[in-house]
């Protein structure tokens, strides 16, 4: 049975950092371009960052840029996001998402999501 599993979420200080991790099951990592989404209450889902399936090459949404890294570990089945510098407006339902296409920031072009893990960023 395939399966997303995301973990590390918590409440954080403004300025404070969080690892998030997505654990896979039922199916090979390697094979699949990954993403993080985010939702935040009565807003739509949106890309916060997304990697191909090597690991290679990683991109971001404006709004984390320089304050967010990606990576992956396919030996390991797990995607992280490293989030530093976080602010009140990176209050969302955290979600990892699985493309057996190209990686992408656009929500259709990912197969199987997480259920997320929630970040509030207040002091």
């Known amino acids: 049975q395939l399966q997303l599993v995301e973990s590390g979420g918590g409440l954080v200080q403004p300025g404070g950092s969080l690892r998030l991790s997505c654990a896979a099951s039922?199916?090979?990592?390697?094979?699949?371009?990954m993403g993080w989404f985010r939702q935040a209450p009565g807003k739509e889902r949106e890309a916060v960052s997304w990697?191909?399936?090597?690991?290679?090459?990683?991109y971001y949404a404006d709004s984390v840029k320089d304050r967010f890294t990606i990576s992956r570990d396919n030996a390991k089945h797990t995607v992280y996001l490293q989030m530093n510098s976080l602010k009140p407006e990176d209050t969302a339902i955290y979600f990892c998402?699985?493309?057996?296409?190209?990686?992408?920031?656009?929500?259709?072009?990912?197969?199987?999501w997480g259920q997320g893990t929630q970040v509030t960023v207040s002091s």
């Open positions: 998402a699985a493309a057996r296409g190209y990686c992408s920031e656009y929500v259709l072009a990912y197969d199987y």
């Open positions: 039922g199916f090979t990592l390697d094979y699949y371009a």
């Open positions: 990697i191909r399936r090597s690991g290679d090459s990683t």
